[in-house]
């Protein structure tokens, strides 16, 4: 009974829906699904992002060295002697002054005996990073080649909760190699769709590591080696760290390995710089599918990491930035929904689109700053929320056109049809709770009413009824009051609610004449047709009052309950005892800013200690056009 009641009421609803909404979406940032079609809109979104915010800002500070097309034709086909490659490598680091050179290249066998020599000779003194590829993918017979050089992960990389992938298999170098001071791993699992966004910063093999090529490049440079264990833990928190691809690759220098070999570079291009030695030939199918764009050579891919890492060692972040991208990801989804909400119970439905698109875009905006920062967050998940409460759109308008109807059915007997427009555009939950209001209460009936229907017939006494009515409540509703019931032959009426109004005992003032002149025109009609006539007697009186939709679950009805109302009704009584058809209270009076009123006596009213002025309208007519009544009783009277 309870929850049905909690359904039934809007904000509580709104508010149930919301929370189920925003549950799910920031559990995705910590706990991440393993469903594909959660994985493609990630894609989908990311890539665009990650495209977005690649740089072309040239990258100075890497150089790839291109086995291209035009090598291999000079130099002659692939695979070169080891001597080449040593050649190759000895210009960088002598005639260059290279910062450090990563083969992206495996020698799993040996070939040339001087060549292998030279290049193990390298591999201990210069800063050369030789490579090695680990195998991600589970297969039958493991893939065994060579001998990997491998190290023990360093203990504060290990303390600080480091996810390292385990390798199923590896192709490395020969034995002659084995002895090399720096070797990266080259081995790259793509996403299911094939392309690379993500990569192994370390691999584990029996219980120990390697590092990725670009990761042991920066340990192995020549001046100032780079600690892994001082880069931040954020990178090593999970198996595969997301690239951010901060340059286009029209950032990146790309110069043949011909033009080195035949020294046609200019040494102070390359001084300084971290040398990448891979191949764009397509004979040797080496080629990757990124974020940004087409096939690549896959040494890009590496550049790409490259260059994220002496970012990192650039602007490291701070410890309090660790898990802030999922934290802002969380309070986005929070304050959207928030907001969102706030504006369901005060815009109209179809305004909450455009809000929901601003959010969105607005979202996808932080998303590439986050990205930028290098800061992990699972984009797709507010964007998921925005999505949920996209649709939530017609539940408001579906909610808003049923409270709306039930608002017409209450309120169309009661109040003006301007009234209840502007009760519409306010809001529709309001006027239904009860609250304490500022109101004028107007009580009106027909004195001697049992006297001038007794002598005629049912259906005279009816029409009498209607009649007398209807020109009380054509009145009312003009001047934007509230009927609270009928009283057989009266009514009573407040303004002041639904709706509040500062001119309340005003219009309440103005509504009484109006109701006078209209009972004084009808009179005439009546006279003119030989009936006899009716005198109106009004009661008016303001306070505070508890207005609102009051009753049971059997029956209930729009109305107010106070002292006012009671004050009103016998204002209306002892206005029999006045030649005014019309007797203002007190408290009406002195709220009354625009009506003439004149004192006309006081009265003693049952719970209040002394007696109460009375005033009516210096310029009101009477009821009765051909008859001035005589004053009956005294100024003062008792009235309980």
Known sequence: MALTALLRNRVWLRGLLLACVAIAPIALQWAQPAWRVVWELEYLVKDRLTLWNASDQPEDRLVIIDIDEASLNSIGPWPWKRSVLADLVESLVSDYSVRGVGLDIVFPASADALG???????????????????????????????????????????????????????????????????????????????QVRSVPLLARWQQTYSPLLPLAMLECGDSHPVDVSTLSSRLFSQPYWEVPFPRNWQAYTVVSVQDILSHRVNPRWLRGRWMLVGSSALGLSDRATTPLGDSVAGVMVHAAVLTALLDQVKNPPGARWESMGKAIAATWILLSLGVTGWAMGRWRAWMLIP??????????????????????????????????????????????????????????????????????????????????????????????????????????????????????????????????????????????????????????????????????????????????????????????????????????????????????????????????????????????????????????????SRPLPLHAPSDAVLSLPHLALPLTGTPDTHIR
């Open 116 to 194: 292998d020599a030279r290049l193990a000779a390298l591999a201990q003194a210069a800063p050369l990073t030789l490579a090695q590829a680990f195998d991600f993918v589970q297969r039958e017979v493991p893939l065994q080649t060579g001998v990997p050089v491998l190290r023990a992960l360093p203990i504060k990389v290990r303390a600080n909760g480091a996810v390292v992938p385990e390798a199923n298999g590896y192709i490395a170098n020969h034995p002659g190699l084995k002895d090399a001071r720096c070797v990266g791993n080259i081995g790259i699992q793509p996403d299911p769709d094939g």
């Open 355 to 608: 809000l929901t698109l601003v959010w969105t875009a607005g979202w996808i905006a932080v998303a590439a700053w986050l990205m930028r920062q290098q800061l992990g967050v699972f984009v797709i998940s507010p964007i998921l929320a925005h999505v949920v409460l996209f649709f939530m759109v017609p539940l408001e308008w579906w909610l808003t056109q049923r409270d709306q109807g039930r608002l017409l059915r209450t309120f169309a007997n009661y109040v003006a049809p301007p009234v209840l427009r502007q009760m519409l555009r306010q809001g529709i939950e309001q006027p239904l709770v009860p609250r304490y209001c500022e109101i004028t209460v107007l009580s009106a009936d027909m004195q001697n009413y049992s006297g001038l229907t007794v002598q005629g017939s049912l259906e005279d006494a009816a029409q009498l009824t209607r009649e007398f009515l209807h020109c009380l409540t054509d009145p009312l509703l003009h001047h934007q009051g509230t009927l609270d019931k009928y009283t057989g032959d009266g009514l009573v009426s407040f303004w002041g609610a639904p709706v509040p109004m500062h001119d309340h005992a005003d219009l309440a003032i103005q509504a009484a004449m109006q109701m006078v002149e209209r009972v004084r025109q009808w009179n005439l009609r009546r006279c003119q047709q030989g009936k006899p006539m009716a005198r109106v007697r009004i009661g008016i009186e303001s306070g505070t009052a508890l207005v609102g939709d009051l009753g049971t679950g059997f029956r209930s009805t729009y109305t107010a309950v106070g002292d006012c109302i009671n004050s009103a009704s016998k204002l209306q009584n002892a206005a029999k005892q006045y030649n005014h058809d019309i007797i203002v209270g007190p408290e009406t009076a002195k709220r009354a800013t625009q009506a003439r009123l004149v004192a006309i006596g006081m009265i003693e009213l049952s719970g209040h």
